[in-house]
């Protein structure tokens, strides 16, 4: 039987269970494959001190499964934070935010010593753009960002009917071709009105676990 894309999500999640040491506070993603990872976690709870979300969603579902969710400013530095991405690319940038959660999850990120990302194979690309880059914006910003977004070269859209976690909005990015990620990102922070955008390139992941067919191959810069 030929493996499908959830069934390299959870090869991937479960090879993540490795990067997480003994009696820690583990940082946990958003999104399909971070569910996965949260899964795999449960088994091992007894093992763990709890887990700070980089959602709402995701510590519902930590909490559903008995694992306490510690707030961040209580938990100080954390050795690993496991997500997904968007896209990745061989020097583990990536694109994030797919979900909406990219706040909070580069606030985690930073906060954390080791990033893990967890990938099917279809997320690994030679340039950063194809998917829209999503950008978190105060409300009241949305049209002049729009239109500095504009004059870097994108098509920014309003995604629907979306409000963050923040109670924010998210303008998602099309028709970038991304070959700069470091920089672009730094610009794209520098707008005013900007919370976060989607891009992961200052602070790239350092491990990818990434899903193939073959099984999981693991990749660091
Ligand atoms: C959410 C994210 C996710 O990591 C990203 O969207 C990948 O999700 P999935 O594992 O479902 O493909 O950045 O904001």
Redo the contacts with the bound molecule.
Sequence with gaps: MSMTQDDM?RAVAQAAIAHVPNDCIVGV????????FIDELARIKHKLQGAVA??EASARRLQGHGIEVISLNDAGTLPVYV????EITRHLH?????????TR?KIVAAASKKFVC???AS?LVDVLGKFPL?VEVIPMARSYVARELVKLGGQPRLREGFTTDNGNIILDVHGLSIMNPVELETMLNNIAGVVTN?LFARRAADVLLLGSPDGVQTLVV
Excluded at 29 to 36: D, L, P, R, V, W
Excluded at 94 to 102: C, E, I, Q, R, S
């Design positions: 999500k993603g958003t999104g399909s494959t971070a569910n996965f980089s959602s997500d997904g991405a968007d990536m694109v994030k935010g797919g979900g909406g959660a990219l999850e967890v990938c099917d997320k999503p989607g």
